[in-house]
């Protein structure tokens, strides 16, 4: 279901260029041996975020490429994380009854849901590997902690996040020595991202998305001094409404657990809260996006534990849980966006399957963000321009796919009409599929 969900979205024209028109270019791009530097994102594939884990996938690329073989790696990796999940509930004490409702409630998880649906990201295939971390854990084999926690590290550098979080559980649970081991392990390896391949790459922001958090300094002394010395900023920045209200559909699901929860695993989800409520991008106070759903899973692997399974009707088997998370999933999960938002470009999905058999496997294309995922196993695509200068797009392409009325994100009607104009006015051939959608090729 969540497969289908996925690519249901994906044919409806509402996935984008960023960010599975970007994976999907980086894995076919290395697939065909070509050097994996994503045009879209202009940054090679290892730069982006570190994911190693990418490097496997695209050898599943060279027998099945495209975005719906994405959109299967990822629902399947969050359909069987309940796996793990199951054995934990079972070490525990919980009857198959009670472990059938611990994986309905991380099923049921709001932001599982949405996250399936808004593109690829590859460190959602950590999930699992997380679950197992914990599992590992609750057996003492810190060895497996060790190795499982850097195969997460391997699917996105924030991770680091995650494995902090594990560090600050293995002290609380007197584990210092591999408390000590796993931050060596982290630390290492951002810092072999940081100082060694990103620069080697030519990636020039070392920190992703270092521009959410500025306000609060450039280097570690100046934000701790702004954090002493100006902690109202901190308030403006992080929208404090904003702060609580995400906290609350964060902990909401799990109202009714929580507190019988073991607080030393609930710990490894700190730094990673506390990063999407210091973040000031909004999308990482939502359940909307994936940003949230590791933090989800480590609050759900620990209330599973024996105290809510040994009382009758209380924990997993209260009914005001089970109303709670359904209640929950109707409101914060979007399953209507189908009815309505995801409506919106049906409209053009038949005269873009006629573009697209109009469009050379060679050709250089410029489009829209959400035409992009469809057609991304190409060497050259965009769908904005850089540094704003249209001729030297119009030099470096040779096709354009746009509907100025429908510009979609990262552009705007009046920038595609110009790109439009210039082109016709350097003589490009230019036609009119159905009603809106506007396709030029460069004689």
Known sequence: MLWFLASYRHQLLQSNAYDLGIFDQFLWLHSQGIDAYSSLFEVHMLADHGAFILLVLSLIYKIIPGPNTLFAIQSTALSFTALPLWTLAKKEGASNKQAWLVCITWWLTPVLFNANLFDFHP?????????????????????????????????????????????????????????????????????????????????????????????????????AQNLWMKPLDLLTHTLPGDSLFYLLILFLPFIFLIIRSDKTILMSSFPLILSNLLSSNFSQKTLIHHYSLPAVLIILISSINCKNFSIPGKGFTDIKHLICIGICWSLLAKPGFF????????????????????????????TSSYFAPHLTHREQIIFRTSDGNIWKALKNHNVILLNPLEPGWGSDRLTQQQVLDAAKSKNWECKLIGKTLNLCKKN
């Not at 470009?345 to 050379?360: C, G, P, Q, S, V």
């Open 339 to 366: 009815i309505d938002l995801y409506k919106t470009r049906t409209h053009m999905i038949d005269d873009f399957a006629i573009a697209k058999e109009l469009i050379k496997e060679d050709d250089r294309v410029f």
């Open 123 to 223: 460190e959602l295939i950590a999930l699992p590997i997380l679950s197992y971390t914990f599992l590992f854990l609750r057996e003492k084999n810190i060895l497996g902690v060790l190795i499982l926690s850097f195969l997460s590290l391997l699917t996105r550098d924030g991770m680091v996040l995650v494995t902090t979080g594990i560090c600050l559980t293995l002290l609380a649970k007197k584990k210092y020595l591999g408390a000590s081991l796993l931050f060596i392990i982290s630390a290492s390896w951002l810092l072999f991202l940081a100082k060694y391949l990103y620069p080697a790459l030519g990636k020039k922001d070392v920190i992703h998305a270092s521009s959410r958090y500025n306000y609060l300094g450039e280097s570690v002394s100046e934000i």
